[in-house]
């Protein structure tokens, strides 16, 4: 008697127990049949099998995913990243002073050891180029912010009073004239 | 080794394990890979925030399969009627536009086609069965445990399952 298709099936995915397992083995040594039977369901089995989504499309999905789950589920990954930031941030600001220091000294060095003289000055740059001393300094403003010491007590005291103020001056401690 | 769910480093490892396995059932399972997608983040979702704590990563692996499965076919019964709409219209020009050409990418993916299209046309229980045990590397036993059903349930429901795409696969 030959095997049927359920036995052939579980034979094929190798679940098949023993004793029956040896038998169908003995039975299809010799049943061509049966051995033919068992190529269709295994030509079968790899054509489903190999119609499986691909591992790149997969990778896809899964990162798309993970991603998901770093930007909801792991702040602390995020936090890591932040914290690096800033630590790349620290160490270029230094760097940045250091070399704009740099310039400015290279920048005056070089006017302190060439460009001194007036005559030379005046070549260079002729819009800036007059000695500083007292004679060419002059005051541009001298408007003062007005301060409570400009006003006498009884301007202050009229000004309250057009404002509206109730005001009521008090003598706390005198101090004898000398 | 214990799994807790929503620890980070036990989470990353799962997912790193799990989520190909659960995207090749689910997507076998709706034939949609967007559809695929969103089910695999959900039942991780669901995974991280229960906080839960597993005996083994096969558990992990098991308790994920069932409830994205479980999730799958709601949506496939939710979606049915606007999924057959754009099934019909992605079916139509590629039915006729095929044989000329030769090329065996072509071949391969119209092949591929025609499986999952005949997957799709298994009756549930079958279908998820099938694309267990072809497309995971779990045996009948896994499988049933799974599922919730008996072993011998699960050897026949695969026969059956071979047996009609055989049949549909060879009408083509």
Known sequence: ?178 | MEIQSNDERDFKQVYEQVFPILMRVVYHVTNNQDLAEEICQEAFIRFFDKGMSFATLDDAKYWLIRVSKNLAINQVKRKAREMNMVDKLKKYPTNHANNNDGSQVLIEKETRKLVQEAIDQLPQKFRLVIVMKEYTDMDYKQIAQVLHISESNVKVRVYRARKMLESILGQE
């Open chain 1, 1 to 178: 008697m030959c095997v049927d298709d359920e036995l052939l099936n579980t034979y094929l995915d190798d679940e098949l127990q023993q004793p029956w397992k040896t038998q169908v083995q003995e039975h299809l040594g010799y049943c061509n049949a049966c051995r033919q039977r068992l190529e269709q369901l295994r030509v079968l089995h790899q054509k489903v099998q190999d119609s499986v989504i691909s591992d790149e499309e997969i990778k896809m999905h899964q990162d798309r995913v993970f991603a998901y789950f770093e930007k909801t589920r792991f702040p602390s990954a995020n936090k890591k990243q932040h914290i690096f930031r800033k630590k790349i941030q620290v160490r270029l600001v230094p760097a940045l002073i250091t070399s704009a220091a740099a310039f400015v000294v290279v920048f005056i060095g070089a006017f302190v050891l060439f460009g001194t003289s007036v005559q030379q000055g005046q070549e260079i740059l002729p819009g800036i180029s007059a000695p500083i001393d007292s004679m060419h300094i002059r005051q541009v403003t001298d408007v003062q912010k007005p301060s409570l010491d400009m006003f006498s007590l009884e301007q202050i005291v009229q000004h309250l009073d057009a404002l509206g103020y109730a005001v009521k001056l008090e003598v706390k401690a005198v101090t004898p004239l000398q």
